[in-house]
């Protein structure tokens, strides 16, 4: 079996030939995603292999993602019909452990889910997410992606509730339908924002039902 940089070397020869701009697009994705793996203590080769492999299929037309998901056996929903680029994740997870044999299931995780997000994501997951919201263009294109960034070196879970926050704007402000896996995630997210785990430790008081004060 070849190993995570073996592999990452062989996603990136494959991904240069794609267009130049969706090349330095993932480029800029890696510099982000090294950056938050220094932060997060991730394994930096997962990192890169995932950055390489998450836009492989990015430029492709819809009608040939749609093919492509209906040839590898992907579920295809409503949402992914009328809106066929979210596949291109999906498929790149599919192809990078058919074809480019990589077994790293945290690595296929970050690849598949990095444009909708899903309820547990593991840390390189989030990583390439977030990495990919935030990358210089998309932060000159949307301010709030600044703040995203600067939460994401404190918090990633936040910084993954901010998004999905802003995504919820952008989706009502523009009229677009939020596609149910995202939704799920989203619901999850703040529930668990919610949790009073975070909380100090209850006091003795607590359970003896004393007056609030
Ligand atoms: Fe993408
Ligand atoms: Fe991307």
Redesign the pocket.
């Known amino acids: 079996m070849s190993s995570i940089a073996s592999q990452a070397r062989h996603i990136r020869t494959q991904m240069e030939t794609r267009p130049k701009g969706l090349i330095q697009?993932?480029q800029r994705?890696l510099v982000e995603a090294l950056d938050l793996a220094v932060c997060w203590e991730a394994d930096p080769a997962r990192v890169e292999l995932a950055t390489w492999g998450?836009?492989l299929f990015?430029a492709e037309k819809p009608g040939n993602l749609l093919r492509m998901a209906r040839e590898i056996g992907i579920s295809i929903e409503p949402a992914d019909e009328a809106e066929p680029v979210l596949l291109h994740g999906p498929i790149a997870a599919a192809v990078l452990r058919d074809r480019f044999k990589v077994s790293d299931e945290e690595s296929i995780a970050a690849v598949r889910d990095?444009t909708l997000g899903l309820a547990e994501m593991p840390l390189i997951a989030k990583i390439i997410l977030i990495a990919?919201k935030v990358e210089p263009n998309k932060r000159r294109r949307d301010p709030a992606m600044k703040a995203i960034r600067r939460i994401a070196r404190r918090d990633l879970d936040t910084a993954l509730l901010c998004w999905a926050d802003w995504k919820w704007v952008q989706e009502r402000t523009h009229h677009y339908t939020s596609h149910p896996q995202h939704w799920r995630a989203r619901q999850q997210w703040v529930a668990e924002h919610h949790l009073d785990r975070a909380m100090p430790p209850r006091t003795p008081d607590d359970d003896a039902g004393g007056v609030a004060s």
């Open positions: 697009h993932v994705v998450h836009d990015r990095h990919d």
